[in-house]
Every structure is written in structure tokens, then in C-alpha cells.
């Protein structure tokens, strides 16, 4: 882990609340040349920045590995976060970990055999992405063989799969396998009857409890771009602060390889969300 936490909103606040306003971003694409993230170093530079204006003070640099649409490789990834991460000592931008979006995809038993399975930085978390039509067997197959070597598998915006979105009750089964669920943050952005069916699970998800974390999937400052307070915010009006709380407090979790907790949705009873970050 290189460069250092901006800080920018936690100056603000003191004790509990000042750990709780770190803002961890789990997934994004923000390695230069890998996938259909920046396609350079300047660009991802950008993309850094971008990622500090947003209030966002740490990320895992997740690229796409083993993804049938890009042809990246492990040592590529590493790589390409040694380019990005050389001489950032200086930089204030967030703090930067290595990890991936692992496909679930027949290479992967090559990666467990080998013991090269790429978590989220050092902690036990994996990332995975799964088929956006459906959740296979053998997808789930690989989910058990990640929980049983020790990882905590975690689905990658579940929210955007279409057998989950005609079918969500299937997501019952999915935890029962051990994985938790990422939603990505801006369909939060959409209020909760509102927007396409992808953002409309992820806000059944949320008031079900289901979702163990958020995060931008970022890939661009401006088409998919970081940033998880407007989603935070969304959250904390409408489901209660104290949710919003756990979701920021497991994405913190998840840096520290630390146990995340359990969602309880509740309405809120005080607006201590406008008041910090209005
Ligand atoms: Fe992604």
C-alpha cells in the first residue's frame, strides 16, 4: 500500500465518526493499460485525482483478470500498479492497494492451485465477477472452492445480473455459498421505485439487508466516475444513517481485513448525514 489518506473529511469530524468518514473505494479501474479503464498513465493519473476530489481516500486498484473480453494477466497487473504507485510518495491523492475483478471462469482452479489467487490487498476478500446473465454451477462451484481455501468471496454488483434481477430470491442461495454482495453506489443515486431494474435490486437488496458494501466500479472521471458520497447520502435519507454507517464502516473493514457487519436497515432519525457532509 503506497501514498497516504487525503484526510478531507475526516478533519472534519472527531472519534467514532472520524474512523467511520474514511471513505474506502473496493472496486475500480484505475490501472493504466489493462482493461477498459485509463488507457495510460496520465489518464490514470487523472482518474486519481478525480478520485481524491471526490472525498474517496482509499482504493483497491481492481482490474479485470481472467475476464473473457480483456486479455490481462497477473504480472501485468502488478506491473501496471508498480507504474502507477512509483514515486506517488509525494502525491496527495488516496491510498492505493492492489487487487482485481476475478472472472469466475475455469482458469481459476490454475490461480488456486498455484496459491496466486489476487485478493484485495493483503486482506482474505476476493472480488468476483460473475456472467451478467446468469449465476452458473460451476461459477458457484469456484465460490466454494475460494471459501474452503480460506477467502472471503465477495459478488461484484450483483445488481446487474439478469437472472438475479427476474429471479432475486436466487441471492438466498448465492449467501448460503458464502458470498457476500458489492452494489455498485450510483444506483443509489436513482430513488429507490425509481430507474432501471439493475438500480431497483440493488435498493431491494439494500432494504433486505443484503448488501455488505458499495462502491463506484469508477473506471473514467466522467463516464463512470468515483465517488461514493452522493450514494452515501442517498442511503443515509432514505434507509437511516445507521445503515449508511455499517456500509462505510465494511468498506473499511474489507482494507483492514477485518470481519464486516451485518446490515440493519432503519429509517433515520436524525439527519446526521446532511449535517457532516451537506
Ligand atoms: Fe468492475
Redesign the pocket.
Known amino acids: 500500500m503506497v501514498g497516504s489518506a487525503s484526510g478531507s473529511i475526516a478533519a472534519d469530524l472527531d472519534g467514532k465518526v472520524n474512523e467511520m468518514a474514511l471513505i474506502t473505494d473496493i472496486?475500480t479501474?484505475v490501472l493504466p493499460g489493462i482493461d477498459d479503464g485509463p488507457n495510460d498513465l496520465e489518464a490514470a493519473q487523472n482518474l486519481l485525482a478525480a478520485f481524491h476530489a471526490s472525498g474517496t481516500d482509499r482504493v483497491f486498484c481492481?482490474s479485470?483478470l481472467l475476464s473473457p473480453h480483456f486479455d490481462s494477466n497477473l504480472d501485468g497487473l502488478r506491473a501496471a500498479y508498480h507504474r502507477l504507485t512509483e514515486g506517488l510518495t509525494r502525491h496527495d491523492g488516496p491510498e492505493l492497494a492492489l487487487g482485481a475483478?476475478l472472472r469466475m471462469t475455469a482458469s481459476l482452479a490454475d490461480l488456486l492451485r498455484m496459491g496466486e489467487v489476487p485478493a484485495l490487498g493483503d486482506s482474505h476478500y476476493v472480488l468476483c465477477?460473475f456472467r451478467s446473465d446468469h449465476v452458473s454451477t460451476r461459477a458457484l462451484e469456484l465460490v466454494h472452492e475460494l471459501v474452503v481455501r480460506g477467502y472471503q468471496p465477495i459478488m461484484?454488483?450483483p445488481e446487474r445480473n439478469l437472472e438475479l434481477q427476474k429471479h432475486p430470491e436466487r441471492l438466498d442461495e448465492l449467501a448460503a455459498c458464502g458470498l457476500l454482495f458489492q452494489v455498485t453506489a450510483q444506483c443509489f443515486e436513482a430513488g429507490p421505485h425509481d430507474g432501471h431494474p439493475g438500480q431497483r435490486l440493488a435498493w431491494r437488496m439494500l432494504e433486505e439487508g443484503r448488501v455488505a458494501v458499495i462502491a463506484s466500479?469508477a473506471h473514467d472521471p466522467a463516464v463512470r466516475p468515483p465517488g461514493l458520497l452522493p450514494a452515501y447520502e442517498a442511503i443515509s435519507a432514505h434507509a437511516g444513517d445507521a445503515v449508511a454507517e455499517v456500509l462505510i464502516m465494511n468498506a473499511n473493514a474489507i482494507w483492514a481485513d477485518e470481519p464486516v457487519r451485518e446490515l440493519v436497515p432503519a429509517r433515520p432519525k436524525r439527519s446526521l448525514w446532511r449535517r457532516v457532509f451537506g
Do not use: L, N
Request: charge should be negative.
Open positions: 472496486h479501474h481492481t479485470h475483478e465477477e461484484a454488483h466500479d
